[in-house]
């Protein structure tokens, strides 16, 4: 809700914005085919039930619309993850079983797959290499602690800190990630 209300900010008084909405990306309140284009940043790969967020897309978007996307590539790939994973070593507990992560749709085979599953093709998946830029180490450590932070009791939380900070100054920043651009074609 908090991002929709920045993204209701931002784009206040632009032409052809119709309006911007919480939805379930699962099972979107929307009708059949009203869609030419589909953009999704960063996003769908946090969906608990993929082929039903790929389904809905696919529902969403006229015949020869297409799909947009961006997601992270695996663990390996990611030197966010590198990172965060120092701070889920002070964990006393794991997320629920079955809580997608940011690299839950990295495997590109497993990707195609998924797509061509709910009727897209052609697809057309580029690998990139990103940065991600923060202004700094203390902002890097926040965005980690909002991951892992509820995971992490509060007497474990500065050593958490400290070892993630270090591993910042390790790896360095900009973090690089390796993440997929994928267009698919409904």
Do not use: K
């Not at 070593?89 to 590109?108: C, K, Y």
């Amino acid at each position: 809700p908090h991002m929709v209300a920045v993204a209701r900010e931002r784009l206040a008084g632009v032409p052809g914005v119709v309006g911007v909405e919480v939805m379930d990306a699962q099972a979107l309140d929307l009708p059949d085919s009203s869609f030419d284009l589909v953009v999704a940043a960063l996003s769908l790969m946090f969906c608990p039930d993929h082929p039903a967020a790929f389904g809905e897309v696919h529902r969403v978007l006229r015949p020869g619309g297409r799909l947009v996307m961006a997601c992270w590539g695996t663990p390996d790939q990611c030197e966010s993850v590198t990172v965060g994973r120092v701070a889920a070593g002070f964990a006393d507990r794991r997320p629920p079983e079955g809580t997608p992560s940011g690299q839950a749709l990295g495997d590109p085979d497993h990707l195609h797959t998924l797509l061509e599953g709910s009727g897209f093709g052609p697809i057309d998946m580029t690998s990139r290499r990103m940065r991600l830029r923060y202004p700094g180490p203390d902002a890097m450590w926040a965005a980690v602690r909002h991951v892992h932070g509820e995971y992490i009791p509060a007497d474990r939380l500065e050593d958490a800190r400290a070892a993630t900070m270090a591993e910042i100054a390790r790896v360095g920043l900009p973090l690089r990630n390796t993440g997929w651009l994928v267009t698919a074609t409904a």
